[in-house]
């Protein structure tokens, strides 16, 4: 089985230029230059023009002092006509248009604007909540051109976490899909099931162990199919997407968690979906996409909660 090779919050084609990171005079430079485009991003969301276009702006059009925001920016990339950097602390003000989610949106970006807005919110959220040595409390100092924060009491150095959480399309044997819907979301809305992985854990115990947790079902460890991950920072996951088999079908969900889970055979999901009696993950959800998967099909945006 071929990953699924399209998830678009996983696209990037724009070389990250990790090795000018530290090179001061380089990145001022950069900071100079009138071909450099800036990307500002506030709590996690990213500017866009009305036909969700990412609005990138030269330095020249942030009105605040550039000594004031260097301390905030990250490097994103380069490529032949631009140096990309994002603001990322809510320094810096700008009339857009509108704020939105790269949850949201994610899917009708370019590759080049998704895979350099979500290191942007990644890096965001993690300056945000990691401001402070966890070994000594020192407030830390960027470094890396946003890419790492150093103490200077014990000269530790920190770098931005990703938290791994496992998600599974689940089949039985007669090819239904096993979908879950969570106690706040609204009726109809399911999505596969998925969850994080604990300390000291494997991708594939995890999958097995919140499959068991969440719906009560007991998936073949030895099945499962790794179809391919995606970023997801809000905050800080990697989505990694499986297709696992059923060993049993009997449910009993985890009533602090679920409000339902169920087995769809394609027939019942496409009759459910038309009726929008099911709705299904947006488009840039990796859920979304083995969920198609698992259909055969392209699945219809209408068919989605917006
Ligand atoms: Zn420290």
Known sequence: MKLISDLPLARFDTDRAAGMRSNANWLTDAWASDSTRILVVQEGNVPVTDDVSLIWVKPSAISEPLEQVRDSAVLLGVDTDHTYIALVNDVASLD???WLSLRGIGSQLSSRDVGLAIAAVALNSWHATHKYCPRCGTATLVVQAGWARHCPTD????????????IAAVNDDKDRILLGRRNEWQPGWFSTLAGFVEAGESAEACVVREVFEEAGVHVDPSSLIYLGSQPWPFPASLMLGYRATAVSTELAREEAEMAEVRWFSKEEFE?????????????STIAFHLIQHWYGKPIPTEWTRK
């Open 155 to 166: 000269n530790s150095e920190h770098y931005p976490r990703t938290e791994p959480a496992m």
């Open 96 to 98: 857009a248009i509108s």
């Open 271 to 283: 009759a459910a979906c038309i009726k929008q009696e099911l709705r299904l993950p947006n488009d």
